[in-house]
């Protein structure tokens, strides 16, 4: 459980410091729109995913690591506070001897 804001680094560290070394944060990028700008820039620049996601924030501004038995709670007083929550990923064993604790797949 924890929240990380997403800037130095991008989508792919922002979580370094939030997660536990044997877990990662497996991220589906299709569950939330990529900025226009961004996705202009990956297509003019031909710039792989992993390589906008290391660099920016993706149009993500907090990632927020919630239990699932509370993440309807936590969807509901996101919403009441005016924000769009979405549900982007979940969290798995990471790889033996560490690694990026983040992948964007999508």
């Known amino acids: ?4 804001p ?3 680094g991008g989508l792919e560290h922002c979580l370094d410091a939030t997660l536990p070394k044997h877990l990662m944060a497996q991220l589906r990028a299709d569950t939330w729109e990529l900025p226009a700008e961004l996705r202009w ?3 003019v620049g031909k710039i792989p995913l992993g390589e ?3 660099t920016f924030n ?3 501004g907090m990632v927020l ?3 699932a038995d509370r ?3 936590a969807m509901r007083l996101l919403g009441e506070l005016h924000e769009e929550p979405a549900v982007v990923g979940m969290l798995k ?3 033996p001897g560490g690694g990026s604790c983040v992948v964007v797949e999508g």
């Open 1 to 4: 459980k924890g929240a990380a």
């Open 6 to 8: 997403v800037a130095r």
């Open 41 to 43: 820039l990956a297509a």
């Open 52 to 54: 906008i996601s290391s």
């Open 58 to 60: 993706c149009g993500l």
């Open 65 to 67: 690591v919630v239990a």
């Open 71 to 73: 993440k309807d709670e």
């Open 93 to 95: 064993a990471g790889p």
